[in-house]
């Protein structure tokens, strides 16, 4: 048997069109014929379990070998095979039909957006590496004939009778001299472990089975231990530390969707945390590409997700737009805020161990899903810096009494950095007021979110105001200053300073706090912090301005009324020396001003 015959299309260029524009990866070509491969030894199988083969089903695994010598590539099956004209009808006019209409519908445009099942176009991705492709095909069909169809790439082929014993398919890839790479073993090697580590047939390369076709996600929850939940994640990310928790999915209705995400230890460059979650359809790896599929603010998971009902374009690369698409987002987030709810109610001590690592993650959510954070509210933490953990409506019931000001705004204190702030951190507790840490790159945004959620609530950091600013009550400080004497010693003070972005103010404060107190007003303040974790166009405007700060000059401490009493030649020194300890304290002097700053300190010891 003899057939020769040209494939009816309207084109004669249909495969230079699949090479670039179809596929961007040649590498696809291997998944698409592994694909294929165990699409059809998996057909077979269910005509067994239904008794329309009644046959043994003997050793199923699919075999992929590369003879360099021959210049070959093989992907052999056996599965349902085709007969000839299976062949032309699956091979020819369906996947060809399919192609023309692609290639007619999406000429003008640059991404393609259509299902790949719909063309069968899979196939002829071979012939991005191949200059001539073969099938040496047998069905499972009681007395078929095995067939031996060739096809170079152009619109003709040939179909022969072949001497094949067993059922199943062979396709076997001419390599084209531009496709050396494909005949490497470790390259092959690479593309199977990338694409068909999951697929649901054994994957055979060189003798060695290179896939796990039962995964965890494909089974059920009750039949998993924590063991085999750790030893899937070592799997997938072999140098990672363990997980915290996983979330295992799993639904039907009103799509298909498996998967396990597990919660990591976040690292400080998150940029390097990304796209580790995997998308499958079916068990084949399809991208780590899943921004569409998963909310931003997970995006830091780890895992994998398998859902057959995600619209993939004829490439599978890309995902598209799509009703489905946002059920699956908003079911993965509503997931994980049960679970994180159901950790929180099961073990509080054990989630607030954690509440460093996945902190993030809830800020991040609750600041971009109002669903999330509806839920969250009652879960997310807040942490004082005595290390006590709080929920939102916790916290404001433990500072209600103490932190309302004047105007019965609940003021809420917060440190970014306990260390540097140390001073204000302790005059806040003097005056037995809490303190916050806010201290994660998020939380510039985070706070200006629970200002806009807690009615008549609002944040300052400890230093960005004198202490008793801070928080207004109606009884304020008197000073023994006379309005001569404030004037005059803010005159010396402007003049010491020199500095046009320190604004001088004489406030009534303690006699125990500093003689000069220096602070950011907490708007400036804020509007920097969020410029620098990406907060728009005005926001870097803002990042980009000269800092400005406000210079408490205490009218009430002992060095100021010195001042005012010292030889006009000393008072701008000790002014000088006051605002320098001043600067001092928050690590702001520096250079050519620290250096005079010790010259000067030592001419003050001497003198006295």
């Not at 393609?112 to 200059?131: C, E, H, K, R, T």
């Not at 040939?158 to 059922?167: F, H, Q, V, Y």
């Not at 509080?348 to 809830?362: A, Y």
């Not at 700060?549 to 000088?576: F, G």
Request: with cysteine.
């Amino acid at each position: 048997m003899e057939e020769r015959g040209n494939i009816s299309i309207h084109t004669e260029n249909i495969f230079p069109i699949i090479k670039k524009f179809l596929y961007s990866d040649h590498e696809i070509f291997l998944r698409e014929l592994v694909s294929n491969a165990v699409d059809a030894t998996q057909k077979l199988k269910r005509l067994s379990a239904i008794g329309e083969y009644k046959g043994e089903l003997g050793d199923l695994k699919v075999k992929v070998s590369v003879d360099k010598e021959a210049r070959q590539i093989i992907v052999r099956d056996r599965g349902i095979g085709m007969t000839a004209e299976e062949i032309k009808k699956y091979i020819n006019q369906i996947a060809f039909s399919g192609a023309v209409e692609f290639v007619e519908k999406y000429k003008d445009k640059p991404e393609p957006n259509q299902i790949i099942g719909q063309f069968g176009l899979g196939f002829y991705s071979a012939f991005m590496v191949a200059d001539t492709v073969e099938i040496v095909t047998k069905s499972f069909r009681e007395e078929a004939e095995a067939a031996h169809w060739v096809c170079d790439g152009s619109t003709e082929f040939t179909i022969t009778s072949a001497d094949k014993e067993d059922r199943g398919t062979n396709v076997i890839l001419n390599i084209a001299a531009d496709s050396d790479e494909f005949l490497e073993e470790a390259r092959i090697r690479t593309i199977l472990n990338k694409y068909c580590k999951f697929l649901p047939i054994e994957v055979e390369f060189q003798d060695e089975v290179i896939n796990n076709p039962n995964p965890i996600w494909t089974k059920q929850p009750s039949e998993l231990t924590d063991e085999d939940y750790q030893n899937f994640y070592k799997e997938l990310y072999p140098f990672s530390e363990a997980p915290l928790f996983w979330i295992h999915l799993n639904v039907d209705y009103p799509f298909n969707l498996t998967g396990i995400l597990y919660f990591p230890k976040v690292k400080n460059d998150f940029e390097l945390q990304k796209n580790k979650i995997q998308l499958y359809s079916r068990q084949v790896f399809i991208t780590d590409e899943v921004k569409d599929v998963v909310p931003e603010f997970l995006m830091l998971l780890h895992g994998v997700i398998d859902s057959p009902d995600i619209p993939l374009n004829v490439s599978r690369s890309f995902l598209q737009a799509d009703a489905n698409v946002k059920k699956i987002n908003t079911y993965i987030t509503r997931k994980v805020a049960d679970k994180l709810a159901e950790i929180f109610r099961n073990d509080r001590e054990g989630f607030q161990q954690k509440w460093s690592d996945i902190g993030l993650f809830v800020k991040y959510g609750m600041l971009s899903d109002d669903k999330f954070y509806d839920k969250a509210k009652n879960f997310a933490l807040l942490q004082n810096v005595e290390d006590k953990f709080f929920t939102l409506d916790e916290y404001k019931e433990y500072v209600q009494a103490n932190q309302q000001d004047k105007n019965d705004n609940l003021v809420l204190l917060y440190t970014t950095d306990e260390e540097k702030q140390h001073a204000f951190v302790e005059a806040a507790k003097d005056r037995s007021y809490d303190v916050l840490k806010l201290d994660n790159m998020i939380d510039s945004h985070f706070i200006g979110m629970l200002e806009q959620k807690l009615e008549k609530t609002t944040l300052k950091r400890v230093d960005s105001e004198t202490i008793d600013k801070l928080i207004e009550k109606e009884t304020t400080q008197d000073t023994i200053l006379t309005e001569e004497e404030k004037t005059s010693l803010k005159e010396v003070y402007e003049k010491a300073i020199n500095n046009q972005h320190m604004h001088v103010s004489i406030e009534p404060l303690s006699p125990n706090d500093s003689p000069v107190i220096i602070t950011m007003p907490e708007f400036m303040r804020r509007m920097k912090d969020m410029s620098r974790t990406g907060g728009g166009g005005g926001m870097m405007f803002m990042g980009n301005m000269p800092d400005t700060y406000n210079v408490s000059i205490n009218a009430n401490h002992p060095i100021n009324s010195r001042i005012l009493k010292a030889k006009d030649e000393n008072k701008e020194i000790i002014a000088k020396q006051a605002f320098d300890l001043a600067l001092l304290s928050q690590n702001m002097l520096t250079g050519s001003a620290l250096t005079a700053f010790v010259k000067r300190s030592v001419e003050l010891i001497e003198k006295e």
